[in-house]
């Protein structure tokens, strides 16, 4: 069974920096898309950053020139650093990634528990 474990997450002040991580684990054989998203109170979750396997990068328009994604294929890791950070940036930030546990086969959506971020004006 594939787990996702974020870390990083916590209490900043506006203008500072956070570097986000996620750690797969389990039965790999691949990973496809890896992407951070975030969820505030009273709001949907929404997509932060993607990144493909072969380095393809989509950011939402709210953080482009703020946040930069990347990974580390070898591995199994995310990472999402996070700087001029903002009060709006406040969120639970959600690791997710298409994994493939077995050749020939399709990938499965796996999520992380969830890491708080908090920015404070």
Known sequence: QVQLVESGGGLVQAGGSLRLSCAASGRIFSMNAMAWYRQAP???????????????????????????????????????????????????????????????????DCWGQGTQVTVSS
Not at 46 to 72: C, H, M, P, Q
Not at 76 to 86: F, I
Not at 92 to 107: K, L, M, Q, T
């Open 42 to 108: 009273g709001k949907q979750r929404e997509l932060v950053a993607a990144i493909s396997n072969g380095g393809y990068t989509n950011y939402a328009d709210s953080v482009k020139g703020r946040f930069t994604i990347s990974r580390d294929n070898a591995k199994n890791t995310v990472h999402l650093q996070m700087n001029s950070l903002k009060p709006e940036d406040t969120a639970v930030y959600y690791c997710n990634a298409a994994i493939v546990e077995r050749p020939y086969r399709g990938s499965i």
